[in-house]
Structures are given as structure tokens and as C-alpha cells.
């Protein structure tokens, strides 16, 4: 069964920066959809990014359009979230899922694996 780990979360000032990573192992994710997701405390669990298994499609959240990049190396079972100019609100926990399709979805039901998720902190 496929597992993923998510790392590159942590504590950063307003503006500031992250690059999340999220590797699969246990079988390999090479042609899966990857996505990353957030929730809030309280909130519902929300789409943020995600990217085909080739890395020709990318969809982002509007949110976050200008300042998030999804990206992938199949060769090393890994996909990345590069976080720039940090706000308060993207305070979250970040989760990475995998899907077998090829299309790039938003819908969290698509997805068929999901990592423990990695707490994202934006101070101010």
C-alpha cells in the first residue's frame, strides 16, 4: 500500500517562505495526480494545488495563485509545495493525497491516499 510523508512545515514569519515535500513509498506515485490540501481548525479540508502525473496540468486555489507552485519528480516518488509571501490565513495543516487518475482534481474524495499532514504556522 502506498504511503506518503509530508515534511517542510514549521513556524515562519508573515512574508516569509517554505517548501513542502511529500514522498511516497511503499509503491510508487509516479502516475498519480498529486495534490496538496489544507485545513483549518474548524474548517472543512480545502484544495490548495495539484498536479498531473506527468506535470503538464497543474490546478491552483485562487488563494493562493502568484505565490504557490506544485511540482514533482517522479524519479524520486516526491512532489513539493513551494509556499512564498506567507499570510496569516494560510495557516494550516497541509496535506498531501495521491489519486490513480490523470486529470487534476479538487475534489478530496478523488483522492485515494493521504499523508499525516504537516502543520504550516504564519505569525504576524
Known amino acids: 500500500h502506498v504511503q506518503l510523508v509530508e515534511s517542510g512545515g514549521g513556524l515562519v514569519q508573515a512574508g516569509g517562505s517554505l517548501r513542502l515535500s511529500c514522498t511516497a513509498s511503499?509503491?510508487?506515485?509516479?502516475?498519480?495526480?498529486m495534490g496538496w490540501f489544507l485545513q483549518a481548525p474548524g474548517k472543512e479540508r480545502e484544495s490548495v494545488a495539484a498536479i498531473s502525473w506527468s506535470g503538464g496540468r497543474t490546478l491552483y486555489a485562487d488563494s493562493v495563485k502568484g505565490r504557490f507552485t506544485i511540482s514533482r519528480d517522479n524519479a524520486k516518488n516526491t512532489v513539493y509545495l513551494q509556499m512564498n509571501s506567507l499570510k496569516p490565513e494560510d495557516t494550516a495543516v497541509y496535506y498531501c493525497a495521491a489519486d490513480s487518475g490523470v486529470v487534476p482534481t479538487t475534489l478530496p474524495k478523488r483522492y485515494n491516499y493521504w499523508g499525516q499532514g504537516t502543520q504550516v504556522t504564519v505569525s504576524s
Open positions: 511503499g509503491g510508487t506515485c509516479s502516475r498519480y495526480v
